[in-house]
């Protein structure tokens, strides 16, 4: 038996075990609060940029990041829940890890979007695959990859000299990122119980087994690594 | 004959006088690169928010202001232009603006939100009545009020004791933006030829005439002190 099949097709709040609900809210959540403060540190980033290009495409990926924020609000209001309160729960930890991260350059700024964004939405896009059917589609159009990721790792990439001590220091800065990210995401899974129940289930709805949990981490550590080569720098 | 009557239907670049389509370049670009600089700017702000509500708040506004950028670009399109190229005129005396009045407070940055863009706004809807059909009513829906400066008005108002050391403090703050704001419109006009003779008008396009433009400025003005009045400020 798959996961999606314990699910009824409909996808309101109503037809849905409470427990679930809570769990699929918190995911819903905890994204929209990352997208919602990426594309707050995107526009403020944006007023780097070294010309007028740079700017207007960071503030276009920043908006549709927006654009994410307005998607799951609309699949929480079908949950029954609001943005805030699915927010609030995730504003801490996820601000906490903020302040520890901040760049202070706009190479640091444009790996930090690419790696810590990535990581996060590598996770919860393997997430989904735990979720009713509707939530899992609204996810995957938010974590879909439209063009942001690409256009960041090109421009770092063309920014910089391979072996350079720019790019060792950048190097450094992405594996300290992907180190609080991991962090920030074992955090919420354990903080929150809703959300890791959706990921070990239960006897009606199958979640992720331990070896399951073990390759989602693989293939997430893979991506990350892969964006950091082909940036030029090394995971 | 009214100004409109100047312009063909189709409103493509092709069908309008080389010259009248780059003051409508120009226009177009200057409201562009306001909106764009508007939405960082509150997007930044909204870190400052007291709470998550206001801050989803700010940021909604914010997206709202790059939904804008964006149906800007789609009528600069229309007219052989870019994003990019239409906005790098303005992009000194708008920045120039913003690095004079940086709001140092939550408050003062709502006060800046309401007040200088309100007049921005206000004076190129103005502008807007000398432009051909379809790039009027781009530039009608981008400065049409979406419930931003009502909100903006009532969190201010709802802020803060009239009367009090710190209304007259946003008070004199708002004196100031509305100088620098109108300051940054006449030399907009003024740096801007093509711009100027959307204004002043051709022997085949009627602009506005002197009379005209005083009634423009008093109507402006009218508006800002309303908005102040609301805010419990003094104009």
Redesign the interface.
Known sequence: MSATDAYPSSGGAGDLDPDYVAGAVDLLGVLAYSE?TT??SL??H??SAPD??S??AL??Y??AD??H??RLEGRLAELGST??DA??PF?TVIDDLNRRTRAETWLEGLVKASVADGIIVDFYREMARLVDPRTREVVEQVVADDGKRAYLISVVRESITPGSPEASRLSLWGRRLVGEALTQAQQVAADREAMGMLLVGTPERPGADLGEIGAILRRVTERHTDRMTRMGLTA
Do not use: G, I, N, S
Request: glycine share 0%; net charge positive; aromatic share 12%.
């Open positions: 919602l594309y707050q526009a403020v944006a007023f007028l290009a700017r207007v503030c276009r920043a908006a927006f654009d924020v307005r943005l805030e927010m609030a504003t």
